[in-house]
């Protein structure tokens, strides 16, 4: 009778880098698009001036980069788990 591992299956440190930095990535693209927004209402002309136009290209850039790091997280974890399903089948 084969029994299954009962054992937490631990994130590696590849997941834990890429669950971070995603998180972390996304966090600061949405605070800045919602700082974007709040300036953008006030004045429109301070938007086109400083580091505005900075702070709006880190919400167009960050969201989409967010994104592919979280569907990066979600293949490695997927291979992971196959491995562990794999060599727990064997055993």
């Known amino acids: 009778m084969k029994r299954m591992s009962t054992e ?9 880098i890429l ?17 974007t927004l709040i300036v953008g209402m006030n004045d429109r002309q301070a ?3 400083g ?16 994104f592919v790091l979280l569907v990066a997280l979600l293949i490695v974890s997927q291979v992971r788990r196959r491995r562990e399903f794999r060599r727990n089948a064997e055993s």
């Open 8 to 16: 937490p299956n631990s994130p590696s440190l590849i997941e834990r």
């Open 51 to 66: 580091l505005w136009p900075l702070v709006y290209g880190i919400s167009l850039i960050g969201l989409p980069i967010g």
């Open 19 to 35: 669950a971070f930095t995603s998180l972390t990535i996304i966090a600061v693209a949405l605070l800045s698009f919602f700082v």
């Open 47 to 49: 938007m086109a001036e």
